[in-house]
């Protein structure tokens, strides 16, 4: 176990951590944010799966201060029940985002998904939704609650569930999207909490993202 002293030390750099990626967040969209063909540009997938090894790296280098860091991150043996059960409630999510997407125009916000189908950019399509759908659920499921949850118990579930669920949809930089994100964070914390594994919320993260693509992608071609 972790000293006091050591635990609150990691909890602060976590802290500063995500009020960075916050921080960046917003940058982003305030900026202008993502072209809308990103999904067609191969630099998005390599540019991104560089900077969330950085994210990951960094991640179990604070794990560390919390005992051995694949165990502190929660990367363990989970009860697959906990992935149905974090696809039940994701599929909830998502239904809900649907639904508010006319009103709320988080995706228009994004700027990810692309105005239209382009055959010869299908390749890099494919490439950036493996990404999306695996290296940034992985990356964001292992710092915001593989260790942003353990970090945060100290001061009991529900804080920790609150406060990292929070940080995530605010990291995102699109307030239209909180509605959405910040729900899904509360249940991605919740299963990482009874699961006591970082799996069973990447699965469900990874599903949810690839379904969004596949959404993306039925409608540009219908």
């Keep these: 176990m972790p000293s006091r002293r050591a635990s609150k030390k990691i909890l602060g750099v976590w802290t500063g951590i995500a009020v960075a990626l916050i921080v960046l967040g917003f940058a982003g969209t305030s900026s202008g944010g993502a072209e809308p063909d990103?999904?067609?540009?191969?630099?998005?997938?390599?540019?991104?799966?560089?900077?969330?090894?950085?994210l990951v790296a960094i991640t179990l280098a604070l794990a560390a201060g919390l005992g051995k860091p694949?165990?502190?991150?929660g990367i363990k043996r989970f009860a697959w029940k906990w992935v149905g059960i974090a696809i039940g409630l994701i599929i909830l999510v998502l239904i809900v985002g649907q639904v508010l997407e006319p009103v709320l125009h988080a995706g228009e916000e994004q700027?990810?998904?692309?105005?239209?189908?382009?055959p010869d950019r299908a390749g890099a399509f494919v490439l950036n939704a493996i990404v999306v759908s695996t290296v940034v659920p992985f990356a964001e499921e292992l710092f915001f609650r593989g260790v942003g949850v353990p970090a945060w118990l100290p001061f009991g579930p529900l804080t920790a569930i609150v406060v990292t669920a929070f940080a995530?949809?605010?990291?995102?930089?699109?307030?239209?999207?909180?509605?959405?994100?910040?729900p899904f964070g509360l249940v991605q914390a919740w299963v990482r909490w009874r699961s006591d594994s970082v799996w069973p919320g990447t699965i469900a993260h990874g599903?949810?993202?690839?379904?969004?693509?596949?959404?993306v992608?039925?409608?540009?071609?219908a």
């Excluded at 694949?70 to 991150?73: L, Q, R, S, T, V």
């Excluded at 700027?111 to 382009?118: D, H, K, V």
């Design 38 to 54: 990103i999904l067609y540009d191969y630099s998005f997938g390599i540019g991104s799966t560089v900077i969330y090894a950085i």
């Design 70 to 73: 694949i165990h502190a991150a």
């Design 111 to 118: 700027g990810l998904e692309p105005t239209e189908w382009r």
């Design 168 to 182: 995530f949809g605010l990291g995102h930089g699109i307030l239209a999207a909180l509605p959405v994100l910040v």
């Design 207 to 215: 599903f949810y993202n690839g379904a969004a693509l596949v959404v």
């Design 217 to 221: 992608y039925l409608t540009l071609t």
